[in-house]
């Protein structure tokens, strides 16, 4: 066993990447990669997202209390880099990462274009959870491609998953008790 001095979090990785989407109160748009994210209630529908207090998507979340969760396919992985790697204060990352949006249904933030699943979400809390706020929010929308989701089940192998640092990981196929 070795003790582990940092990357802890590590251990609970891989975790599927999305791409955050976020609006200001003046309308402004972000977009921003993300792993750290949990279904944290079935009924209410409910998740938790982690966010660094110094993003500028957290500067937008705090204005509106509203966010979305696209689960790009393996063909955006360039995408989560340019999104996690930059931040939309000084650059428009849609427009750098070549990535078209389209109007959510219920929140204010943008939805991504080609994304496998979509998740709308309010915001109910923000806990201070150190250098992250944790955003405990309501689905108040969830959608997924069917070429990708079927029967409530992630099916392909082509969702990417964050193992730490710049590793990406894919499901491959699976194996059942069945
Ligand atoms: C694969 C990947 C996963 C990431 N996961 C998170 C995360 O869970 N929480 C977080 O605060 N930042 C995470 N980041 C870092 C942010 O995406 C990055 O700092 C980004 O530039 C913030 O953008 P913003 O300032 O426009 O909000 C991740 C980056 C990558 C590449």
Redesign the pocket.
Known sequence: MITLKENFYRLLHPKI?FLLTSAGKDGKH?V??????TPASEEPPKVIV???KE????ELILQTEEFAINIPTKDMVKA??I???????SVD?FKEAKLKTFKASKVSAPLIEGCAGFIECKVTKTIDAGE?YAFLSDVVESKADERYFKKGIWIADNIPM?LGGRKIVYFSSSSSHE
């Open positions: 990447v972000n921003m990669s993300c792993a750290w994210a982690c966010v660094s993003h500028y998507t957290t989560i880099w999104c996690g790697s930059k931040s939309g204060r990352k992250c964050h």
